[in-house]
């Protein structure tokens, strides 16, 4: 759970601070990444989602650039391998045609 609030400052340097609020930070349901650390083979299950969505998986290194893409549907199981990508943290994105709505840290040993 993270915690969010807002300052403002005005041109006459007033401040004001919104209302606080939390932000669940946790998994999409209908989605799972599995196992994370990742040794080998790895699985992005999307068999909750709706079958006629469109996804798209990208692995982006830490300096950001693209190491891997990925194209799924919904109700999909996906098993992947390590690709030759080198042991250390990247980034999952999984977009939708609405964007990206799923970013997660992945380690590969």
């Known amino acids: 759970m993270n915690y969010y609030q807002l300052k403002q400052t005005d041109n006459n340097g007033r401040q004001s601070y919104s209302k606080m609020v939390s ?14 650390p990742v040794f080998e083979d790895w699985f992005v299950d999307f068999s909750g989602l709706n079958d ?22 919904g109700g999909t199981l996906l098993q992947l391998s ?14 939708s045609g609405n964007g990206i709505f799923f970013v997660q840290k992945i380690a590969f040993y």
């Open 82 to 95: 390590r690709n030759g990508l080198c042991g250390g943290i990247y980034l999952l994105h999984i977009k």
């Open 52 to 73: 006629d969505e469109k996804l798209t998986m990208e692995i982006f290194d830490l300096a950001g650039r693209k190491c891997l893409e990925e194209k799924a549907t």
């Open 23 to 36: 932000v669940d930070m946790g998994q999409v349901p209908g989605l799972s990444i599995y196992p994370n």
